[in-house]
C-alpha cells in the first residue's frame, strides 16, 4: 500500500530572514513512517525542513517542506495520488500567516530584514488556508487521519474538537493529543467510535487496523 505521512513544523516568513514556527520536532511522523515502512508499504514521508527529528528509515522516501503553501504544492503535484491507501497529516503547520507589520506610528514596514531599532512594531497574524481541508479531493480514494494538538482545556474538550474536525473536512479519523488531552493518544474515527493508545506504536497499529479492513 502507498502511505503518506506529513510530519514536523512548517514555517511562513515573517521578512527574508525570520520566520514564524512552533515546537514540534517531526518525532512521531517519523515513528509512523518506520512502522509502515517495516510492514512493506511504500512510504513517502513529505518532512519539514525545521524538523529536529531527522531519524530515517529504510524503504522511506522523504520529501523536504517549508511552509504550508509549499507542502500543499508537492501534495498536489504528487504523481498517481489515486493509489495512495492513506494519508496521516500529523504536520504542524502554521495556523497563521504574518501580515502587514506596523511601526508605532502606523506606517507599514517593508523591509527585507527588519531593523531591531524599528521600535515597537505590531504584526497582523492573518489565518492560513487549512490544507487538512484539500486532502479528500488529492486523495479520494485514501483513509485521511487528522491530528488536533491542543494544549489549554479538557481531554473531553480535545476530543469533541477531533470529532469536529473529522465533520468540518471530511476526514475518515483525528487524533487528539497534546497536554489538554494528556498522555498518550485519542484516535476519533468517523462514526463515533473512540480508541486510546498509549503510545506511538499502538497508534500506529490502531491506524493501520482501519485502513486495511477498508
Keep these: 500500500m502507498k502511505v503518506v505521512i506529513t510530519c ?9 530572514v525570520r520566520r514564524l514556527t512552533n515546537f514540534s520536532t ?3 511522523g517519523a515513528s509512523l513512517a518506520r512502522h509502515f515502512a517495516a510492514r ?6 513529505f518532512r519539514a525542513a525545521m524538523a529536529t527529528c531527522r ?13 504550508g503553501h509549499d507542502l500543499a504544492h508537492q501534495l498536489e503535484a504528487l504523481p498517481d495520488r ?16 504574518p501580515g502587514r507589520i506596523l511601526d508605532e506610528h502606523g506606517a507599514e514596514v517593508r523591509e527585507a530584514k527588519i531593523s531591531s531599532r524599528a521600535g515597537v512594531l505590531r504584526m497582523e497574524l492573518v489565518p492560513a488556508p487549512k490544507i487538512i481541508g ?4 488529492w486523495f479520494p480514494q485514501a483513509f485521511l487521519a487528522g491530528w488536533k494538538y491542543e494544549v489549554d482545556g479538557s481531554s473531553g474538550g480535545t476530543v469533541e474538537r477531533a470529532r469536529s ?3 468540518a473536512y471530511g476526514t475518515d479519523a483525528s487524533v487528539a493529543n497534546g497536554r489538554a488531552y494528556g498522555r498518550g493518544y485519542g484516535i476519533c474515527l468517523r462514526g463515533g467510535d473512540f ?3 498509549a503510545d506511538p506504536e499502538a497508534l500506529a497499529q490502531e491506524l493501520e487496523k482501519r485502513f486495511r479492513s477498508d
Excluded at 513544523?9 to 521578512?15: M, R
Design 55 to 67: 531519524a530515517e528509515a529504510d524503504g522511506v522516501r522523504y520529501m523536504e517542506f517549508g511552509t
Design 40 to 45: 512493506g508499504d511504500e512510504v513517502i514521508c
Design 26 to 28: 517531526g518525532s512521531l
Design 8 to 16: 514536523g513544523p512548517g514555517y511562513e516568513p515573517i521578512d527574508e
Design 134 to 137: 484539500r486532502l479528500r479531493a
Design 195 to 197: 480508541i486510546h493508545a
Design 82 to 97: 489515486a493509489r495512495v491507501g492513506a494519508v496521516l497529516h500529523t504536520a504542524a503547520l502554521s495556523d497563521f500567516i
Design 165 to 167: 474536525q473529522i465533520e
